[in-house]
């Protein structure tokens, strides 16, 4: 039992990183391979905060969500303003959470790269739970919101979008930076609940995976890929599978979505959506 | 001392450089950054490895062997992972996310198979070391150096005055327009690709002689990426370029500045240069289009 809540605890913290770039990649359609260093960010922000400063959990979650929220603008400001391609984007924030993984690795508050060990654990699945559902609901606001309902002009069109008045530099940053909170929130859960975290936790193996999830849960979903990184997680720890057959899974699941279905799971539809009543959304419309 | 920094520079650059080629080739024709090429690099050093060490095969088979065992691959890469898309005419965005996934695939598919040990290439040139005015270059760095300068220089001889290079040159300024033409496009696409890969079998033989061979080797191909924004994608001469840059800048940060800092310098780099310079030096201009 304590196992299978360990693994549903993981996932759920998974979860909440997954629903963060599934604003920035699924709804906004900027691709990103560096979203871990967000998770990063969050993560030793927080446990810095309640391992030397003793600041209370909840505040240090705060922290270090807001941390990450300002850490992303210090890539999102240049690179969003030059209007970057979005693979030359990709490619930038890949290097980006490159840099500063080896930043984490050399810098003596974070212990560098021998990683910070006896975190207190604070985390229980039910703060996971907790923070979870909270984060859907500000997710799922967020996105009809005016700014969401711009986020999503984009995705389908930047230029017809900008045409009509949408501001691509802010939305974009904005998206970014909500993205960014959300992970950062993830890495402090994720400290905390495994009480010791290292910088090579945070590479591009872990934000490929998060990618995995947004893409093959749908771009435009929130529950695709919620329901995609649970099974992420959840599968390959029931079937024992080796870590590195997961990732090759992963892989050749990649290719496969996008050869044959590119709109992932779910598509651009909600689980909701499945049961009875359809909600009269025009943005679920396509 | 400055000397030597400047040749071991040049050659991790012509190292760069070759990657970047390869890489700068899928991109021109298929306008995606192909993220599969470090696989490609990966496994044309185990080509080069398993030759070496299972055949003990010289230096110039174990070169060609690689070059063609990386070239198929890449070939078989694109047809299963790319040419649906590429029909379709999806989004770059897709392509770019397949070709993310088979890097993920075959690294940890070699990872899972043959292992994650570090295997070392039979000593070819030993540890021969050049006198150059007063300062000891290996014959390696040397080497590596002038095979990439003669390898890129034949592959931009090939694009500017053959056939099937003014073919490639056309199907970079326009798809549709070549193949109602006459150009057969799926063979273009695979010659592009089998020379792609060739130059990503050089690359992994050389890296795997002067490192290791591992299965995370080709994240090195980041550099090749960097390189090639700093010359321009899309740009041979402007890949050349790029590699050689980095290279030696790199070298000269690691050696006067710090090493661990190196890396950190490379991206902050990659980063000004898209910020301020997207089209690089050399390239043309590549805003997307409406």
Redesign the interface.
């Known amino acids: 039992m304590d196992y299978i809540l360990s693994v549903a605890t993981l996932a759920g913290i998974n979860m909440i990183a997954v629903l963060g770039l599934s604003v920035f990649t699924g709804f906004t359609g900027l691709f990103s391979l560096g979203h871990a260093a967000f998770i990063a960010v969050g993560a030793y922000t927080s446990a810095v905060l309640t391992y030397y400063y003793y600041v209370p959990f909840a505040l240090a979650l705060v922290a270090g969500s807001a941390m990450a929220g300002a850490v992303s603008l210090v890539i999102g400001i240049p690179t969003l303003r030059a209007k970057l391609r979005s693979d030359y984007f990709a490619i930038a924030i890949l290097g980006f959470g490159e840099a500063l993984r080896v930043l984490l690795e050399n810098l003596t508050i974070t212990n560098g790269a021998r990683g910070l060990p006896g975190i207190d654990s604070f985390t229980t699945p039910f703060t996971v739970l907790f923070c979870l559902a909270v984060s859907v609901v500000l997710v799922s606001n967020f996105l009809r919101s005016r700014w969401g309902a711009a986020c999503i002009a984009i995705r389908e069109d930047p230029i017809a979008a900008e045409m009509a008045g949408v501001r691509l530099f802010r939305t974009r940053l904005l998206s970014l930076m909500v993205s960014a909170v959300f992970c950062g929130l993830s890495g402090g859960l994720m400290a905390h609940y495994l009480s010791f975290i290292q910088p090579v936790m945070f590479t591009l193996t872990q934000s490929t995976q998060l990618l995995a999830a947004v893409i093959a849960g749908g771009m435009g979903s929130i529950s695709g890929p919620l329901i995609a990184s649970f099974a992420f997680i959840a599968l390959p720890e029931a079937l024992r599978v080796a870590q590195m057959w997961r990732l090759v899974a992963y892989g050749l699941l990649l290719v496969l979505i996008m050869v044959y279905r590119p709109q992932g799971l779910m598509g651009y539809r909600e689980i909701t959506s499945l049961f009875g009543k359809r909600r009269d959304d025009g943005r679920r419309e396509r | 001392m400055f000397l030597q920094t400047l040749i071991t520079g040049l050659s991790i650059g012509g190292i760069y450089a070759l990657m970047a080629v390869g890489y700068s080739l899928v991109f021109s024709v298929l306008n995606?950054?192909n993220f599969a090429h470090g696989a490609v690099i990966m496994l044309g050093a185990y080509v080069g490895l398993a030759l070496a060490t299972k055949l003990s095969l010289g230096f110039g088979l174990v070169l060609a062997g690689s070059v063609a065992g990386a070239g198929i691959i890449a070939v078989l890469n694109e047809r299963?992972?790319y040419s649906?898309?590429r029909r379709r005419k999806?989004p770059?965005?897709?392509?770019?996310?397949?070709a993310?996934?088979?890097?993920?695939?075959?690294?940890?598919?070699v990872?899972?198979t043959i292992g994650s040990r570090f295997y070392a290439f039979p000593e070819f040139f030993g540890r021969q070391v050049l006198t150059l005015w007063g300062s000891s270059v290996s014959l390696l760095d040397m080497g590596a150096f002038l095979f990439a300068l003669v390898s890129i220089f034949a592959l931009h001889v090939f694009i500017s005055s053959t056939r099937t290079g003014i073919a490639i040159r056309a199907g970079v300024s326009d798809m549709t327009m070549c193949s109602l033409m006459g150009v057969d496009l799926n063979r273009l696409i695979a010659i592009v690709f089998l020379l792609a890969g060739g130059f990503a079998g050089v690359a992994g033989v050389f890296l795997g002689i002067k490192y290791l061979v591992y299965p995370t080797m080709g994240?090195v191909t980041?550099k090749a990426?960097?390189a090639a924004?700093i010359g321009g994608l899309g740009s041979l001469p402007g890949a050349l370029a790029g590699g050689l840059i980095l290279g030696v800048v790199e070298t000269f940060v690691s050696s006067y500045v710090s090493s661990?800092?190196r890396?950190?310098f490379?991206?902050?780099l990659?980063?000004a240069f898209?910020?301020l310079r997207?089209n690089g030096l050399m390239g043309q201009d590549?805003?997307?289009k409406?």
């Open positions: 995606f950054s299963l992972a649906v898309l999806a770059s965005l897709y392509l770019m996310i397949s993310m996934g088979c890097s993920v695939f075959l690294e940890n598919l990872y899972a994240w980041n990426y960097i924004v661990v800092l890396d950190v490379s991206f902050s990659l980063i898209l910020v997207p590549t805003e997307e409406v």
